[in-house]
């Protein structure tokens, strides 16, 4: 082992290595020690005159240690963070070592650990002592501290959590000055920081020992600490008082039990919470999962929903194409079929006007007849056959209704009031219609809860309402793109659009009519 020791400083350990190592350390004492037959000078720790050395620095001057000493130093160099981690693993192993083989180095006489056996003599039995007692949580005492004195920056390298100080009676101390408390971590890493706090002072003759007996000089100012430990706690003077409020006397051993206790209490703690928070993320999951689903299915009913509209509305654009198409067709029909008669009354007239001798005058009395009767054609009065132009508003209406609500200017007022209303049929940003079902088929109907036809008919009353309602009707279905008025043959007397036939009837019958006048 102590071959593994002196080879670390080229081949260092790891920090995860340092577990194994301090216990290989430790087995290579207990083994060296207890083995009577052992005398091989590299590999004791006792010398054969009493005292002590240390197997893992071997060459160095001092190798005569007291046992107190010997535990210091190896305490000493395990709490050095500027030790290489094989030195401080071994020498960590040593101080356990020299703790549990003798429990109490104070105390006369301490040798537990076996004398190295001459060939010639057998050691002496001697009694196991106690272990030593520390204060925990670790603590430190400092004393002939001045009232005021500024501490935790002098002494942060050490690390402590806490300093407290005790306001002690007289008879504690004679000089007047206060006892300072520092508390450190209760872990390993606080006993290493107690430790090099109180080699700081024992280096310079200024610990425990020399405070108890006395060898400090009144009013010269040197502070004095130490690790707190039993003698300090069974003490009856404020410090003893402070620690048996705040602290307990345990082994190193019964350190790492309790240690050992809490860091079950908190591995289950922690287990429990763990558990907890798995419970809860299986029901976040479980919330998670059933929001996915119902997240999922009401995408799917959206796009079911969608589908069937884009589907729907594919089928109205191809039903109101077929539509227009119907009715460019029919258009287009009846424009031939007028073209076609208006050529047969033109070839008939040129026949009349060979056979009828008629001087200029009756040619023009003629002439004047017959565009009366066309002009009896953009007429809506008594005539059976007239021009209807579709889109444009029955000024009657509005004239009846300016009529019962003003007693002046009543035709300016109602003229006006139906071109305003014949302008907003002509814009195509108002669109007050709908489309229902009817019989399976789809069908644009007048949207009665548009807010301009609301108002009008609230305003002006049903007919002014309905003649908007109807004009509205006529250009949507003759001109919904232009949205201006179209001129219609029209039978006024069945209130429909007049067939070709029933025009060119009219027309003979009127020419007729005027030529038996003549």
Not at 258 to 273: F, T
Not at 490 to 513: C, D, G, M, P
């Given at each position: 082992?102590?071959?593994?020791?002196?080879?670390?400083?080229?081949?260092?350990?790891?920090?995860?290595?340092?577990?194994?190592?301090?216990?290989?350390?430790?087995?290579?004492?207990?083994?060296?020690?207890?083995?009577?037959?052992?005398?091989?000078?590299?590999?004791?720790?006792?010398?054969?005159?009493?005292?002590?050395?240390?197997?893992?620095?071997?060459?160095?001057?001092?190798?005569?240690?007291?046992?107190?000493?010997?535990?210091?130093?190896?305490?000493?160099?395990?709490?050095?963070?500027?030790?290489?981690?094989?030195?401080?693993?071994?020498?960590?192993?040593?101080?356990?070592?020299?703790?549990?083989?003798?429990?109490?180095?104070?105390?006369?006489?301490?040798?537990?650990?076996?004398?190295?056996?001459?060939?010639?003599?057998?050691?002496?039995?001697?009694?196991?002592?106690?272990?030593?007692?520390?204060?925990?949580?670790?603590?430190?005492?400092?004393?002939?501290?001045?009232?005021?004195?500024?501490?935790?920056?002098?002494?942060?390298?050490?690390?402590?959590?806490?300093?407290?100080?005790?306001?002690?009676?007289?008879?504690?101390?004679?000089?007047?000055?206060?006892?300072?408390?520092?508390?450190?971590?209760?872990?390993?890493?606080?006993?290493?920081?107690?430790?090099?706090?109180?080699?700081?002072?024992?280096?310079?003759?200024?610990?425990?020992?020399?405070?108890?007996?006395?060898?400090?000089?009144?009013?010269?100012?040197?502070?004095?600490?130490?690790?707190?430990?039993?003698?300090?706690?069974?003490?009856?003077?404020?410090?003893?008082?402070?620690?048996?409020?705040?602290?307990?006397?345990?082994?190193?051993?019964?350190?790492?039990?309790?240690?050992?206790?809490?860091?079950?209490?908190?591995?289950?703690?922690?287990?429990?919470?763990?558990?907890?928070?798995?419970?809860?993320?299986?029901?976040?999951?479980?919330?998670?999962?059933?929001?996915?689903?119902?997240?999922?299915?009401?995408?799917?009913?959206?796009?079911?929903?969608?589908?069937?509209?884009?589907?729907?509305?594919?089928?109205?654009?191809?039903?109101?194409?077929?539509?227009?198409?119907?009715?460019?067709?029919?258009?287009?029909?009846?424009?031939?079929?007028?073209?076609?008669?208006?050529?047969?009354?033109?070839?008939?007239?040129?026949?009349?006007?060979?056979?009828?001798?008629?001087?200029?005058?009756?040619?023009?009395?003629?002439?004047?007849?017959?565009?009366?009767?066309?002009?009896?054609?953009?007429?809506?009065?008594?005539?059976?056959?007239?021009i209807k132009r579709m889109g444009e508003l029955d000024e009657k209406p509005f004239q009846n209704a300016c009529k019962k609500k003003f007693q002046e200017d009543v035709d300016i007022k109602a003229l006006t009031l139906c071109s305003e209303w014949q302008e907003k049929l002509k814009n195509p940003s108002w669109h007050p219609f709908k489309i229902v079902e009817s019989g399976g088929k789809a069908e644009?109907?007048?949207?009665?809860?548009?807010?301009?036809?609301?108002?009008?008919?609230?305003?002006?009353?049903?007919?002014?309402?309905?003649?908007?309602?109807?004009?509205?009707?006529?250009?949507?279905?003759?001109?919904?793109?232009?949205?201006?008025?179209?001129?219609?043959?029209?039978?006024?007397?069945?209130?429909?659009?007049?067939?070709?036939?029933?025009?060119?009837?009219?027309?003979?019958?009127?020419?007729?009519?005027?030529?038996?006048?003549?």
């Open positions: 082992m102590e071959d593994d020791a002196s080879s670390s400083s080229s081949d260092e350990i790891s920090d995860s290595e340092i577990s194994d190592y301090e216990s290989k350390a430790y087995a290579y004492l207990q083994s060296n020690q207890s083995n009577a037959t052992s005398t091989t000078s590299n590999h004791r720790v006792r010398n054969p005159d009493g005292t002590f050395r240390c197997p893992f620095c071997a060459g160095k001057k001092k190798q005569s240690f007291k046992l107190k000493d010997l535990l210091q130093h190896a305490t000493g160099i395990a709490a050095s963070s500027a030790r290489k981690n094989s030195m401080r693993t071994t020498h960590r192993a040593l101080a356990r070592f020299l703790t549990e083989s003798n429990p109490n180095p104070n105390g006369p006489n301490p040798n537990p650990i076996p004398r190295p056996i001459e060939p010639k003599a057998e050691p002496e039995p001697e009694p196991e002592p106690s272990p030593e007692l520390f204060v925990w949580p670790w603590t430190g005492v400092l004393a002939n501290v001045p009232i005021g004195e500024p501490l935790e920056e002098r002494f942060s390298k050490f690390k402590p959590l806490e300093v407290i100080p005790l306001f002690v009676r007289e008879h504690d101390k004679p000089n007047g000055n206060c006892v300072v408390i520092m508390r450190f971590n209760k872990d390993w890493s606080g006993f290493r920081d107690a430790v090099a706090f109180e080699n700081q002072f024992k280096a310079v003759g200024l610990g425990r020992e020399e405070w108890v007996k006395g060898k400090f000089e009144v009013g010269k100012g040197d502070l004095y600490g130490w690790m707190a430990r039993e003698e300090d706690f069974n003490g009856d003077d404020s410090v003893g008082e402070y620690l048996k409020r705040n602290g307990k006397v345990l082994t190193v051993s019964e350190v790492e039990n309790e240690q050992a206790k809490e860091n079950g209490r908190m591995v289950a703690l922690l287990a429990s919470q763990i558990e907890v928070k798995n419970q809860h993320l299986m029901d976040m999951q479980c919330r998670y999962n059933l929001s996915d689903l119902s997240l999922r299915r009401i995408l799917e009913d959206k796009n079911r929903v969608h589908l069937a509209f884009n589907e729907k509305m594919r089928r109205m654009q191809g039903e109101a194409r077929d539509n227009a198409r119907k009715v460019f067709e029919e258009n287009e029909k009846l424009r031939l079929e007028l073209d076609s008669k208006k050529k047969e009354l033109d070839l008939r007239r040129k026949e009349l006007d060979k056979l009828e001798s008629l001087n200029e005058g009756e040619k023009q009395k003629l002439d004047d007849e017959k565009q009366k009767g066309l002009d009896g054609l953009m007429m809506k009065g008594r005539t059976v056959i007239g644009e109907v007048i949207d009665e809860s548009d807010i301009n036809l609301k108002h009008i008919w609230i305003e002006w009353g049903d007919d002014v309402y309905n003649a908007v309602k109807t004009a509205l009707l006529e250009i949507n279905q003759y001109n919904p793109s232009g949205r201006y008025v179209i001129p219609e043959l029209w039978n006024f007397k069945e209130n429909r659009k007049a067939t070709v036939k029933e025009v060119v009837q009219y027309l003979i019958k009127h020419w007729r009519s005027l030529k038996n006048k003549r």
